[in-house]
């Protein structure tokens, strides 16, 4: 193998152990409800479900929470999350 080409498969050895980037939830705390947001996007229930096996695969899910956020609400999206099979949340105040 030609030294010239060494370190390309270094850096594509690094790429992949790199572990995934979280993705980010929103919690969005409103009177009597709670949603889940993602880029500024209330999610529905089957697109929720079709994240959910994603994040479930592996990816970690970074939860941030508005200031005033209802613990219930935090409670009921962990709950929601650790249902369709998700091991890995992150929650930022």
């Known amino acids: 193998m030609p030294l010239s080409v060494l370190p390309f498969l270094l850096i594509a050895a690094v790429q992949a152990s790199t572990p995934p980037e979280p993705a980010e939830i929103v919690i969005v705390a409103r009177s009597r409800r709670c ?9 529905s229930n089957a697109e929720f479900k079709r994240r959910a ?13 508005p200031p005033g956020a209802d613990y ?11 249902d369709r099979g ?3 949340i992150i929650f930022d105040p």
């Not at 949603?35 to 999610?43: E, G, M, Q, W």
């Not at 219930?72 to 650790?82: D, P, Q, S």
């Open 35 to 43: 949603d889940i947001s993602i880029a500024n996007r209330v999610l």
């Open 53 to 65: 096996a994603e994040w479930a695969a592996g990816t970690p899910v970074r939860v941030t929470a």
């Open 72 to 82: 219930r609400c935090l409670a009921k999206i962990a709950f929601r999350l650790a």
């Open 86 to 88: 998700v091991k890995k």
